[in-house]
């Protein structure tokens, strides 16, 4: 484990001052500000038996799973792995005195520790933008508690549920060193969630089971809360024993 947790920490030290690290803030900043728009726009009353703190992240937590959400995953994973690829990295990689599968884990474990810390930043930022409000638009006015646990608990809901994305984009960027494959996935994957949002099929749609645990019916919400680690972690193994027998990038 000392080894594994080496690895991360070189992994942590080359996304310094990269784009990948500064999407964590810009990407939730842009969803939380577009509701944010939309919110103090508004010319109708808000209804005042609605809480008006998680009416706000609900709004925020939607366009961030159906469409922000992904497009971040894709694009981290992608800047991630072409760090090694633009430099010749992963010869070098592969021969330091450390077991071969950590290389590749500590760039899956760098990527969901991003994914995490950009939904704490998503939350952070639509309780701080939901306190805006009433400064904008006098006709919010929002209730005195703060919902916080309730907050957090549904964002960590749409972050289990994107899991399933997170491993599918970090082994498509391990096999395919092109940035346009690996971009090109998670925009395709996306686009078509668009347009399959009442799909009979969507809670098994990997790109559909973050909206669906927020508006899909509580029985296929509380099975994408299972399938999609479980799933994950599946596909994660396999993942590592594939780098482990071929090198990464060997198409392009």
Wanted: glycine content about 6%; overall charge positive; hydrophobic content about 60%.
């Amino acid at each position: 484990m000392n080894m594994f947790a080496t690895m991360c920490r070189i992994e942590f030290l080359k996304l310094r001052r990269t784009l990948a690290l500064w999407m964590v803030v810009v990407a939730p900043a842009v969803v939380v500000l577009l509701q944010l728009l939309i919110w103090t726009g508004a010319r109708g009353d808000f209804d005042v038996d609605v809480d008006l703190w998680l009416a706000f992240l609900t709004n925020v937590l939607s366009m961030w799973a159906i469409f922000m959400q992904p497009l971040f995953v894709a694009l981290v994973v992608t800047l991630v792995y072409h760090l090694d690829y633009a430099s010749q990295g992963w010869p070098r990689m592969f021969l330091l005195p450390v077991p071969r599968w950590t290389v590749p884990a500590a760039k899956l474990a760098v990527v969901a520790t991003m994914v995490v810390a950009a939904t704490v930043v998503l939350v952070a930022l639509s309780l701080a933008g939901t306190k805006l409000g009433p400064l904008l638009n006098e006709r919010i006015v929002l209730q005195p508690d703060i919902p916080f646990a309730t907050a957090f608990a549904r964002a960590g809901k749409v972050l289990v549920a994107s899991l399933l994305v997170v491993v599918i984009q970090n082994f498509v960027s391990l096999r395919w060193s092109s940035v346009p494959v690996s971009l090109g996935i998670g925009i395709t994957g996306t686009f078509l969630a668009l347009f399959a949002t009442s799909w009979k099929y969507g809670p098994y749609y990997p790109w559909l089971m973050g909206i669906q645990v927020i508006h899909g019916k509580e029985a296929a919400a509380a099975r994408i809360l299972w399938l999609s680690p479980a799933l994950a972690i599946v596909l994660a193994a396999a993942t590592l024993i594939y780098a482990t027998r071929r090198d990464p990038g060997l198409y392009q």
